[in-house]
């Protein structure tokens, strides 16, 4: 009995953290809409409370990420975490009377989520189904295939790597407008400028990878009369996969933000990149933030994804299993 007593405290003092911080939260949400209608509203008198919510609300996610044992405590802490920037940023623009050009509320955010949801949906096909999959794609496979002929072929490093280097230090707003002259105003463009962002930072990735295996590795290899080609399938390679796996994490967010900047010097009227440059302009903040939600979260999907995949495939590797 002891022993589960021990055991159970730590769980029932996040709880009533949780539970605390909540209610706080809600008192406090219910009196600053009290005090604004006030005719005589000063934001002063609130800052107090809203300290002691702060204080509260990093006691709960202090007290969730103190959890071991589930799996779920490190989701649910993330996902804590999240949602108090989340109050925080409503009840400070709510609090301060923030102009929406400056900093729209996430409230008013979701709204415009809600209504424009038809118009987000075509530029996340435009901008991701389309120039982000494949750049991507195409991008880190030509990457890993130079490194594999060049790890081949060590001559090769001497001619092809200087000039792989050079895809990763020429400009972005350079390169966009070009691309656009080449391949048109559509998709192909974008994905163009994708191929060049994820080029190198595979290829790094490739080359360091291969080398991964110990000296003695590879002599057993030669004892069992492995050529190069079983040696980089049984062993380079699986050696190479959390190398590998990096690569493909660094490179779906560089493949987001290269789209989506290579639409602002010339797209048709449709992607992320479009729609968050023209609405800007028009100052249309609220669709403009939208798009960077969706952005946003498209990126952290596909990290999520990737890491996931990585587990399954890469789950023997010490730097996996530490996870």
């Given amino acids: 009995m002891t022993f589960a007593r021990d055991a159970s405290t730590p769980v029932a003092k996040a709880v009533f953290a949780l539970i605390a911080s909540l209610s706080l939260a809600a008192a406090f949400w219910w009196l600053v809409g009290q005090a604004q209608q006030q005719p005589d509203f000063k934001p002063g008198p609130l800052v107090a409370p809203l300290l002691a919510v702060l204080f509260m609300a990093g006691l709960s996610v202090r007290r969730l990420a103190a959890l071991d044992g589930q ?15 989340l109050y925080f940023w409503q009840v400070g623009v709510t609090l301060f009377d923030v102009p929406r050009v400056l900093l729209p509320s996430p409230a008013w955010i979701g709204q415009m ?97 291969l080398q991964a295996p110990a000296k003695l590795e590879l002599e057993l290899m030669k004892t069992y009369a492995a050529g190069y080609a079983r040696t980089l399938l049984d062993l380079r390679l699986p050696m190479a996969m959390p190398f590998l796996f990096s690569a493909l994490k660094v490179n779906a967010t560089l493949a987001l933000i290269g789209a989506i900047v290579a639409e602002f010097f010339g797209s048709p009227t449709v992607g992320l990149g479009f729609r968050i440059s023209t609405e800007a302009a028009r100052m249309n903040m609220g669709l403009v933030w939208s798009a960077i939600v969706v952005a946003a979260v498209t990126g952290s999907v596909a990290y999520a994804l990737l890491v996931q995949l990585e587990r399954r495939v890469a789950f023997w590797h010490p730097s996996v299993r530490s996870k």
């Fill in 71 to 85: 799996a779920w405590y490190g989701t649910a802490t993330a996902a804590l975490f999240g949602l108090w920037l």
């Fill in 113 to 209: 989520l809600v209504d424009r949801w038809d118009t987000l949906a075509g530029d996340w096909v435009q901008t991701v189904g389309k120039a982000v999959v494949v750049g991507w794609a195409l991008g880190s496979g030509l990457g890993f295939a130079v490194g594999v002929a060049i790890d081949r072929a060590p001559f090769l490093q001497r001619g092809l790597l200087p000039l792989a280097s050079l895809t990763s230090t020429v400009p972005l707003v350079a390169v966009a407008p070009i691309m656009v002259m080449w391949f048109g105003f559509e998709w192909p463009s974008k994905a163009a400028v994708v191929v060049l962002m994820t080029f190198f930072p595979m290829l790094v990735a490739t080359l360091a990878g």
